[in-house]
């Protein structure tokens, strides 16, 4: 079994994404190896994380064949998944106080009725839960990608 990341702060989801694909993937980073790289190379700061321009380009570095996507629904997810792949989602939501924020986090398969997300555990007041994987309805996922969304099909 995976033992995936969860993010420790309140910014570097992105960087904690792509960790968590790479390991999917096969490969072997860690917190101590990859973390502060990451961060550096996803131009994140501890204010506002970091910018999907960003992202982007770190995801392509590390995984070639990834395929960007925006503003997609689940449609696109739930059938890339069912090929047997993953996705690093960025998606922005709006929380108890009406302040947007935005969150990355990598979905990596999906049941009959929930998605499973790596690092998607804050709460709608933007929480850090304490578990790093999180079953999600497909209702509260369609909802996610509602907003405002970023793909990444790997």
């Keep these: 079994m995976i033992k995936y990341l969860k993010q420790r702060d309140y910014y570097s989801c992105a960087p904690t994404a792509i960790i968590n694909a790479m390991k999917w993937s096969g490969k072997n980073p860690t917190r101590k190896s990859h973390l502060k790289k990451l961060i550096k ?4 700061c501890n204010k506002c994380g970091s910018e999907v321009e ?18 997609e629904s689940t449609n696109t997810l739930s059938a890339h998944l069912r090929k047997g792949g993953a996705v690093i989602l960025a998606y922005e939501y709006v929380k108890n106080d009406g302040i947007r924020e935005a969150h990355c986090t990598f979905c990596i398969d999906r049941t009959k009725y929930y998605y499973i997300l790596v690092n998607d555990v804050k709460t709608s007041d933007g929480t850090i839960l304490p578990n790093t ?3 999600k309805s497909r209702k509260s996922v369609a909802k996610m990608l509602k907003i405002n969304n970023d793909m990444w099909l790997i």
């Design 54 to 71: 960003n992202i982007d380009g770190v995801v392509r570095k590390y995984f070639s064949h990834a395929k960007y996507k925006s503003q």
């Design 133 to 135: 994987i999180s079953m």
């Design 41 to 44: 190379e996803c131009k994140c």
